[in-house]
């Protein structure tokens, strides 16, 4: 994958993948499939998914498919569908795959600079 430096010339970034930037954010989110509900805490969020805790004796798998209601503060709760991209011991990776219209807006306002921005990724990340 290419992006342009400043320059304007592409370049490959290190690891060959890029990914969007994630911002550390801590939050309490509630997660919902089908009659279960978690509550858990954010690790942080970017344009395209979010890092969540993994609550105990919780079960699910990539490919699942969950509400997620983050919660960050009086006025501001982002709603939204996320279908499990990985899970660890004690982590889940969420890629967003529907985010409502009246909820865009908002979330590309809390993430300021990351909802454009891109960074190196690897597999040996997270």
Do not use: C
């Amino acid at each position: 994958m290419t992006v342009s430096d400043e320059s304007g010339e592409d370049r490959l970034d290190e690891a060959g993948r890029l990914r969007h930037a994630r911002m550390k954010r801590q939050t309490a989110v509630l997660m919902s499939r089908r009659g279960d509900v978690w509550a858990t805490e954010l690790d942080d969020i970017s344009a395209t998914g979010a890092l969540l805790a993994r609550p105990d004796n919780w079960e699910g798998v990539p490919g699942d498919l969950w509400v997620l209601d983050m919660l960050f503060h009086d006025n501001l709760n982002i709603h939204l569908e996320a279908r499990i991209a990985r899970v660890s011991r004690d982590r889940i990776g969420f890629e967003f795959a529907r985010i409502p219209e009246d909820k865009q807006a908002p979330l590309w306002n809390l993430l300021g600079g990351y909802a454009d921005t891109l960074e190196p990724w690897s597999d040996l990340q997270d």
